[in-house]
């Protein structure tokens, strides 16, 4: 029923640990499965330093600003800005070379957008190509390269508006965008 919240009820066996008795006596530096699904990333971090492959992923995740996490957050309590983090941290484990994101700062703190800067400023330093798709204006006025499109929303869009470096699109007359980027790089 979609108009109701959604209730979960525990497992009566493991008492919503997700494994069984013998899996959770198990123990590495004195800690189960369960108490280390339990961490958040920025621990798990410190935690897990001495193991390449979990201390790769994890600095991965603090990249992309997702250090406030718990590894066994459930995918369903994600909101959009982090499920597309998540996906490009996943992704800049591979050999991929073209990033699309779209509104990649949704529901992110302002410091939460800076270091997302950061990270795209890496992206880009290590070679690769980002092609986002932003409202926020400081990624606005972060681009290398803007294409505006307009002149309004939906129907009303679509048609170039303005393109170029962002001084260049910050003195177009025919962009509405233009105004709020000039405020940005004034601030």
Not at 77 to 88: F, H, V, Y
Not at 138 to 156: F, R, S, T, Y
Request: aromatic fraction near 4%.
């Amino acid at each position: 029923m979609n108009f109701l919240p959604n209730v979960l009820v525990p497992c009566e066996v493991c008492q919503g640990k997700r494994y069984n008795h013998e899996t959770l006596e198990v123990r590495f530096k004195g800690k189960s499965i369960a108490d280390v699904l339990a961490m958040r990333v920025e621990t798990a971090a410190e935690f897990l330093a001495d193991v390449p492959a979990a201390a790769r992923s994890l600095r991965t995740l603090l990249d992309v600003g997702l250090g406030y996490l718990h590894l066994g957050q459930p995918l369903t309590t994600l909101s959009g800005g982090e499920r597309q983090r998540l996906k490009l941290a996943a992704q800049m484990a591979e050999k991929g070379t073209v990033y699309v994101l779209d509104e990649p700062t949704t529901g992110l703190h302002l410091a939460d957008v800076e270091q997302l800067l950061g990270l795209l400023d890496r992206l880009v330093d290590s070679g690769k190509s980002l092609i986002v798709i932003e409202h926020h204006q400081a990624v606005m006025a972060h681009a290398d390269w803007i294409i505006d499109l307009g002149p309004g929303a939906g129907e009303e869009g679509g048609t170039i508006v303005a393109q170029g470096t962002v001084r260049q699109v910050a003195r177009s007359k025919d962009s509405i965008t233009a105004p709020f980027i000039r405020a940005e790089l004034e601030a």
